[in-house]
Structures are given as structure tokens and as C-alpha cells.
């Protein structure tokens, strides 16, 4: 069989389920294409990969896609469904229309004080639940966040996270993430605990939304390194004092002498306005049995009243995970009819 054939019924797999549109991003090894469920009428995300272009990047999908299905919360992207063909991986995942924080910071040059701290809570709560799920992300950086339509942050790209065997306390050596956004214990090749650095690129990426530039850059690797390693930067003379002494505590080359995620939950610069911690509880906790679904996702699914929905990531799950997005944006919950 000629090879476009197999390729092509790799695509048929993924058209079965939903309508593909335009490419709306392209990374190294992926193409993402504007997507809709056909079932619900959603739009997605659909992360596509072709294997023969993975090489050895292809665990690092794996690892993303182990991750992903774990977590579910209300700014980490949410993956619906995973088809893998003998040619293709397909990836479906939730549709962020607002892009990258990245291309937003540079559109307005640079954040305000406030709208900074609106974002700010936002990624401090969604590491908060990453970490507490065991897991460090390891590449924290704008490009990593999307805006959904709603102008909320949803973290991607877990295929550098880790979950080490002995929980987040065990100590990581892979090198690994954007160097400008790395902490110096990781770009040194020291043992490093993984939600310390993650704090670490949670500093440099509240500069860069406060300041619309990095704090350390340097066209040349080295003398980046060096920079990071030394951990000297100066503030810009718009920070306020309570930015520039949260900025101070959390870009620590001691990893010891760093803020914590948790203590950054209750920081008085990030309760500032707000009067209350950020809320890291997930708003979409993983059911791995669904009880009575009837109250959740109406008469449209008619399934048993016993419902253990083992997750899979295949249609159903990709059905019941959009049937219930519709329902907590309060659309009518509705399948299309059987064309
Ligand atoms: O939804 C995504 N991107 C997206 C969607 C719509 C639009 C954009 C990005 C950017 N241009 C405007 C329209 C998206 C979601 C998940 C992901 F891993 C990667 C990308």
C-alpha cells in the first residue's frame, strides 16, 4: 500500500469524529488544526503529529499525553481524546482562540500592575495543582500559556514534566526547558527539586509580563548561563516595591531560599485587591466512576444509571468531556442528530 494511502487513513481515523480546519500553530514536531466535534458541535484543538517526524521525540509525546490525562483543572489545558494510527498521533485538546500570552505581552509591549496579577493567580493556581498531582512542568514560559475565550490562562506542554518516582521532594537531573526561563541549579547540571525550579520560571515569567523583557538574556548561551547563575537583574523604575520584593524572592539562585508555590498562594502582592489566596483546587476533579450521570449530562446521553466510565480518551471520553464544558458555559446540551 502506497504510503500516502496509510497516511491518508490516518486522517480518515480522525475525521470520523470531527470537522478539521485551518492550521491555527505549528511547534517543532506538531501541527495544531482548528477542529469541531461533530457529536457536540465543540471546537478543539488538534494537536497532530506524524510518528516518522517524532524520532526520539516520540516518548516526550507519550509523557505529555500520561500527564495530561491525569490532570484536569481549571487552567491546565484539558485533553479530550488521543487517536494514534500506525502513521499519526492526534491530539485533541481544548480551544484557547485568545493564543499565546506570549504574542499578548508583546502586543501591549507590557502589563499593567493589575492585569499582571489577574494572570499571575491564574498560574500560580494552575502550578499549584500540578505540583500537587506529583508533577513538576519543567518548561514554564508565555508560549506555554493560551488565552481561552473567556481571557483565561490554560497551561500546555507537558512533554519536558516529570513525576518522579518519590514524589516532588525526589531530586531531577535532566537539563531540560528554555534556558532564558531555566533556574541555575538546573542549567548548572546540579540535582534540582522540580517545583523549585518550576518557581524559578514562575519569577522570570512575571518579569517578562511586568516588564515586557527578560530579566536575563544574552544572544550568547554562556554568557546567559552566566547571568542566570549569578542572578543579578536590574528593575525597571515603573516596579512597584511590592513587585520588586516578590520578584526578589522568588528569582533566589538558592532554590532553599525561594518562595514556595504554596507560599506564593498568600504573598501579599498576590493578594493585593483580592483579600483571599488563589484558589487552586481543581473545579473539574477526574471522576474515575461516574455515578448517575443523568444530573450532570441530562437525558442526552442515554446511558445506564451506573455509569463507570473508564477513561479511555477515545470518543466517549472526548464526548462526556465536551458535553460537560457546553453544560459549565451554560450552552444547551444537545447531541446533533445522526446525520
Ligand atoms: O486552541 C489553540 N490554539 C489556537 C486556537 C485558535 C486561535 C489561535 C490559537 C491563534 N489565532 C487565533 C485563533 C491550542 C490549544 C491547545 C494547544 F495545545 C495548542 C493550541
Avoid at 3 to 28: A, F, P
Avoid at 61 to 72: G, T, Y
Avoid at 227 to 253: E, H, T
Avoid at 256 to 265: A, D, E, F, G, N
Wanted: proline share 5%; aromatic share 10%.
Amino acid at each position: 500500500m502506497p504510503v500516502e494511502r496509510t497516511e491518508q487513513r490516518g486522517v480518515d481515523e480522525l475525521r470520523k469524529y470531527y470537522e478539521v480546519y485551518e492550521t491555527i500553530g505549528s511547534g517543532g514536531f506538531a501541527k495544531v488544526k482548528l477542529g469541531r466535534h461533530i457529536l457536540t458541535g465543540e471546537k478543539v484543538a488538534i494537536k497532530i503529529m506524524n510518528k516518522k517526524d517524532l524520532g526520539e521525540d516520540l516518548p516526550r509525546v507519550k509523557v505529555e499525553i500520561e500527564a495530561m490525562k491525569n490532570l484536569s483543572h481549571q487552567h491546565v489545558c484539558r485533553l479530550y481524546q488521543v487517536i494514534e494510527t500506525s502513521t499519526h498521533i492526534f491530539m485533541v485538546l481544548e480551544y484557547c482562540p485568545g493564543g499565546e500570552l506570549f504574542d499578548y505581552i508583546v502586543a501591549k509591549d507590557r502589563l499593567s500592575e493589575e492585569e499582571t496579577r489577574v494572570f499571575f493567580r491564574q498560574i500560580a493556581s494552575a502550578m499549584a495543582y500540578v505540583h500537587s498531582q506529583g508533577y513538576a512542568h519543567r518548561d514554564l514560559k508565555p508560549e506555554n500559556l493560551l488565552i481561552d475565550e473567556n481571557r483565561n490562562l490554560k497551561l500546555i506542554d507537558f512533554g519536558l514534566c516529570a513525576k518522579p518516582k518519590g514524589g516532588l521532594s525526589y531530586e531531577l537531573m535532566t537539563c531540560c526547558g528554555s534556558p532564558a526561563y531555566a533556574a541555575p541549579e538546573l542549567i548548572q547540571g546540579k540535582a534540582y527539586i522540580g517545583s523549585e525550579a518550576d518557581v524559578w520560571s514562575m519569577g522570570v515569567l512575571l518579569f517578562a509580563l511586568l516588564c515586557g523583557y527578560l530579566p536575563f538574556d544574552d544572544e550568547n548561551c554562556m554568557a546567559l548561563y552566566r547571568k542566570i547563575a549569578r542572578g543579578r537583574y536590574d528593575n525597571p523604575r515603573w516596579l512597584s516595591p511590592g513587585s520588586v520584593l516578590l520578584l526578589n524572592q522568588m528569582l533566589q539562585v538558592d532554590p532553599k531560599r525561594r518562595l514556595s508555590v504554596r507560599q506564593l498562594l498568600d504573598h501579599p502582592w498576590v493578594m493585593k485587591d483580592y483579600n483571599s489566596p488563589v484558589e487552586w483546587y481543581s473545579r473539574q476533579p477526574v471522576y474515575t466512576h461516574i455515578q448517575k450521570p443523568k444530573y450532570v449530562i441530562d437525558e442526552c446521553l442515554n446511558i445506564e444509571t451506573e455509569l463507570t466510565l473508564t477513561w479511555r480518551y477515545d470518543q466517549t471520553t472526548a464526548t462526556y468531556l465536551l458535553l460537560l464544558s457546553k453544560k459549565q458555559k451554560g450552552k444547551p446540551v444537545r447531541l446533533r442528530p445522526e446525520p
